[in-house]
């Protein structure tokens, strides 16, 4: 159980395009979802909390009209890089939580920017 | 806010043998969890042990064990019998909704 999926894996995208990236619990409900990014040997930085129904929360320096948070139903959150460039290549992980403190993470997408 | 420190950003280990991860953190709080995650090489990141605050004893899953200590703020990860497959980043982790991560520590297991 409590299984996270995230589509795609991996993306390559033109600089000035647009990308999405779906996280979705496959076998509980989530109210909350977080979004993070992690850079080559760092540790994961959280970008945003998701909430069902309601406006994400956005971590300090993260850009929110950069990257838009939607979290439409209790089993998906969508992730959208807008205009993407360069410096916005990294890897992107999201992570739900069925009840208690526990989360569970997705795969992760690599993102790649032309 | 709270921290998380992990001091050893690189670790290594014999196969068979067992290595200690360290980990404290900064917190107000007198009820929380505390976790170890491992990333391999996929990247994705695998909950190794909780451990609730409240609780006493430490917690134990198979080749895995922490040692908590609760007043040092102090949360050490012990792999008994280390694997191959041990080899990852690990990263310690307080929970305040959401997590709030140690920088990692990179095991090397060595057969």
């Known amino acids: 159980g409590a299984v996270v999926s995230q589509h795609p894996s991996w993306v390559i995208c033109k600089s000035g395009t647009s990308v999405k990236i779906e996280c979705r619990s496959l076998?509980?409900?989530?109210?909350?979802m977080f979004w993070y990014r992690q850079f080559p040997k760092q540790s994961l930085m959280l970008m945003a909390t998701s909430n069902e129904g309601s406006k994400a929360t956005y971590e300090q320096g993260v850009e929110k009209d950069k990257f838009l948070i939607n979290h439409a139903s209790l089993t998906l959150s969508t992730l959208t890089v807008t205009s993407a460039h360069p410096e916005d290549s990294s890897f992107y992980i999201c992570?739900?939580?069925?009840?208690?403190?526990?989360?569970?993470f997705g795969p992760g997408t690599r993102l790649t920017v032309t | 806010a709270q921290t998380v420190t992990q001091s050893q950003p690189e670790m290594s280990v014999q196969e068979a043998e067992t290595v200690t991860l360290s980990c404290t953190y900064d917190t107000s709080e007198s009820d929380y969890y505390l976790f170890w995650y491992k990333q391999p090489p996929s990247r994705q990141m695998i909950l190794v042990i909780r451990q609730e605050a409240y609780k006493q004893q430490n917690a134990t899953e198979n080749r895995f064990s922490v040692n908590f200590q609760k007043a040092a703020k102090s949360f050490s990860l012990k792999i008994s019998d280390s694997q191959l497959g041990d080899a990852a980043m690990y990263f310690c982790?307080?929970?305040?909704?959401?997590?709030?991560f140690g920088k990692g520590t990179r095991l090397s297991v060595i057969a």
């Open positions: 076998d509980f409900q989530a109210t909350t």
């Open positions: 982790a307080y929970e305040n909704t959401p997590l709030v």
């Open positions: 992570s739900a939580s069925p009840q208690g403190p526990e989360q569970y």
